[in-house]
């Protein structure tokens, strides 16, 4: 069966590893999401589209996904973001999860089965915390804020690489997000200090909020299990986040908590990390605003393999734009296609560019080498077009493969989506469809070659009337 050829590189091993579910079928599937603060960047989109383009691929190949995407609407970004706004962090969080929701809709980014908020899961984090201060791999400070004993955990470092051995002992790093050397004792559950204003819950392991990484193992444990299959984030969530979470977690069960650990590199803006904090970044609405087309956003973001470190210009986003272009021109050609059949040609180029295609898919989502083989197809059959040899059947049955490639890309269904009629031909189509009725052939034709004059394709099929937009 062609699912089992599928191949990821696993960031726990360093290899790439074929890829076997815990259930036969059936991947479960966890992928950090955004911390609601402020609207996301298009870096951060770029993990959510590999993201989705892994979803889409295993889906392709016949498993059931349920994929889980947390949303961190409780942090020291949130914090503090609402407190310099004046509002109650809830109303702060909750516009960003809103702009969050059309961001991933306008990048045709699927969205996950379910997306749990870090602050509906407080009690949680409190039982899982408990069961570490009970087996001893937490304590608490003297200002009852409650750590991780990595000492405690003879596996920590083995994500990011690092030798525990070398850090001082009892070292403690109490925000969220640090560096590998600063790797010492981390925070589980924050004591509420008065930064921290009315963010507080009072429980029983004291007034507090949670740390942000026990936020992702509880989350992800409680929806997948305490062993699930895939688990992904950006590079920079590799170190502390991830290798926090597998301590927890693993520390907590007993048992291994993830078996395959995928990271997306990252997007970068002359050289540098597209980041907030250096200011370099651009929104999707941003780039929309400037008449950008958000698909060709998610062509540009998608036609990189995700283990490469991708440069964002605005003349990547054009070419990506071209690109879509030649695609889309394509298929309209397609559905336009009357010609002879050429032979067998035809069926040996689909067949070819179909198992070149899966082939690098399989081979952890080599997105370069299957779309050079797409575009190599394209070539050959638009010369076919040319010397019209490209029969009518023919003709859909490619256009079918591109959709069904496209059920993994998401990008060329987008493009027709996309397309709205001007008000005037909507009429003429109406109007023809009445003297069609009226069996008045000679005014249907006639506003047939209006519409074709204002750039749009009539076709009566069985199903009622089709048009498109010619674009030559
Ligand atoms: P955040 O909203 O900061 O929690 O990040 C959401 C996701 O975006 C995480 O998986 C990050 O690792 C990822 N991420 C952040 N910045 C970038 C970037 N410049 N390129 C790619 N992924 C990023
Ligand atoms: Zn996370």
Not at 71 to 96: C, N, W, Y
Request: with cysteine.
């Amino acid at each position: 069966m062609s699912s089992e050829n599928i191949h990821l590189f696993n960031t726990l091993t360093r290899s790439k590893e074929r890829f076997v579910p815990i259930e036969k079928g059936h991947v479960r599937m966890y992928t950090c999401g955004p911390t609601v603060y402020d609207y996301s960047h298009i870096g951060n989109m770029r993990a959510f589209l590999f993201e989705d383009l892994l979803k889409r691929w295993l889906e392709y190949r016949g498993f059931k996904v349920t994929h889980v995407m947390n949303l961190t609407d409780v942090d020291d970004r949130t914090i503090k973001a609402a407190r310099s706004q004046g509002i109650p962090i809830k109303q702060h969080t909750e516009r960003f999860i809103q702009a969050f929701f059309e961001d991933i809709a306008i990048l045709n980014i699927e969205k996950a089965d379910i997306f749990p908020k870090a602050t509906d899961h407080i009690p949680g984090m409190v039982a899982l915390v408990k069961k570490l201060l009970d087996k001893g791999y937490a304590y608490r400070s003297e200002d009852g804020s409650i750590y991780f004993n990595i000492s405690k955990f003879k596996d920590y470092g083995k994500l990011a690489k690092i030798q525990v051995g070398k850090l001082k002992a009892g070292a403690r790093v109490k925000v969220d997000e640090y560096e590998k050397e600063q790797a010492s004792d981390f925070v589980l559950w924050k004591a509420w200090d008065p930064d921290d204003g009315d963010v507080f819950w009072e429980t029983e392991i004291g007034k507090g909020r949670p740390g942000w990484h026990i936020e992702c193992s509880t989350m992800s444990m409680k929806y997948l299990g305490e062993t699930f299959d895939i688990h992904c984030g950006g590079v920079d969530n590799l170190f502390p986040h991830h290798e926090n979470e597998i301590a927890q977690s693993e520390a907590a069960t007993g048992k291994k908590f993830v078996n395959y650990w995928l990271h997306n590199e990252h997007l970068l803006v002359e050289g540098k990390k597209m980041a907030k904090r250096l200011g370099n970044y651009f929104t999707v609405r941003d780039l929309t605003a400037k008449g950008y087309d958000p698909v060709a956003i998610r062509y540009l973001m998608m036609s990189t393999h995700y283990r490469q470190q991708l440069n964002f210009t605005f003349e990547g986003l054009d070419a990506a734009k071209k690109t879509l272009d030649r695609l889309t021109n394509f298929m309209h050609r397609l559905l336009e296609a009357n010609g002879t059949a050429g032979g067998d040609d035809i069926q040996q180029l689909m067949e070819k560019m179909q198992k070149g295609f899966e082939e690098a898919m399989d081979d952890d989502l080599n997105i370069s080498i299957a779309l050079a083989h797409v575009f190599d197809f394209v070539r050959d059959v638009n010369n076919l077009l040319d010397s019209n040899l490209v029969s009518r059947e023919q003709a859909l049955e490619i256009h079918n493969l591109m959709l069904r490639f496209d059920k993994a890309l998401g990008v060329i269904g987008e493009v027709y989506k996309e397309e709205k009629l001007p008000k005037d031909a909507e009429e003429l189509i109406s109007r023809r469809e009445e003297a069609r009725k009226a069996k008045d052939w000679k005014t249907a034709d006639q506003i047939r070659e209006q519409l074709k004059t204002m750039g749009i394709v009539i076709e009566d099929t069985a199903q009622g009337v089709r048009w498109r937009t010619e674009k030559h």
